[in-house]
């Protein structure tokens, strides 16, 4: 649990998928495609499935749909089972396999061997998707936001992905316990003291590391912000934690008569926030919806670029419906953007082919369109 601990998971490598098969995911009975270039443009109609594509990479990723919280609604209506297989490449080549089965856990292979967990997974793949459902960090609850920290962070930190891991174990505990005391009209202090003793140093890390990491989201969030918009927009998010004002196990002790109260832990990390501000007015309140979108693509590449400069290493970038609410200037400055050598493989859906075209017309980079 200690910050000693290795910390980085890969090193120098560019991780790129090369082929696709998906067996009844979602509303695709059976696809295979071929990535055999830089930028693959993915088009088609409404509901024909480009964004499953894109989830279906996520999720060889990050072991969990990017949408779908429940894995058997990812499996194809009236059938019972799916499957994703993915041909990746870095130094060496090697095949993942994941599969859901109704009624049982999913499974990943490696080169058809199994992970014991899942977690051990995380760190191999990394990629960053942005998509029109992101305005959820903007416009949603807190638990969007650390959602997206906890990801940005799980995958170039195995300790923080550990303390993550136990923090939540302990934590459902804690209030299960609490509840009990409830029940039973009975406390005990050191019963109770023995989960602040494993939820501390989990906490005290998890903080520290949303702490150091947002230093630096800020600095490059600015920079991809201010160039692809007028730049003439002060833009900033800002972090909240119980922590920033209190040692953690202070607030604990504190707070044991109001979490006896509410049968939960009342503070920790777990009730962390960010606030984003545009012009010093809170984003979700005053901000346009390109502004928004603007807002979130830029906070997304500098998820894209933090992780690249930690793992010294090119994420697979993953792009839904990029065109949505985006004025054409500003969809060409981010373009132009996107070509330059400071991204990796990239994975783009539009509806409009003709559309893509053109933004991409006198690219520098090898471009592939697939058709649905």
Known sequence: MNGKSKQIFY?????????????????????????????????????????????????????????????????????????????????????????????KKKKLKRNDKQYEKLIDHIGLVNAVMITPVDIDLVQGHSEDRRRFLDICLSQCDRVYLNCLSEYNKVLEQRNKQLKLFAQHRHFDEILLESFNSKLIPAGNYIFEKRLATLGILNTYFNEFYSSFTS??????????????????????????????????????????????????????????????????????????????ETLNAQPILLLDDLFEKIDEERAQQLINLLETDKFGQIIITDTHAARVRKHFENGLKSINFVEL
């Open 231 to 308: 730049g003439n927009e002060i833009v900033k998010f800002i972090y909240e934690s119980d922590l920033l004002h209190q040692k953690f196990a202070i607030l604990l002790k504190d707070n044991v008569n109001k979490d006896l109260a509410l049968e939960r832990t009342s503070a920790g990390i777990h009730k962390d926030d960010l606030v984003f501000e545009i012009n010093g007015f809170p984003l979700k309140k005053f901000g346009s919806q390109g502004q928004s979108k603007s807002f979130i693509i830029a906070f997304k590449l500098a998820q894209y670029r933090f992780l690249s």
């Open 11 to 103: 090193h120098n490598k560019l991780v790129r998928i090369n082929h696709l098969s998906l067996y009844n995911f979602k509303n695709h009975e059976a696809l295979k495609i071929d990535f055999n270039a830089d930028i693959t443009c993915i088009t088609g109609n409404n509901g024909a499935g480009k964004t499953n594509i894109l989830d279906a990479i996520y999720m060889l990723s990050t072991c969990k749909s990017y949408f779908n919280s429940i894995d058997y609604q990812l499996i194809k209506h009236n059938e019972t089972i799916c499957a994703i297989n993915g041909q990746f490449k870095d130094e060496a080549q090697y095949d993942l396999q994941l599969q859901i089965e109704a009624g």
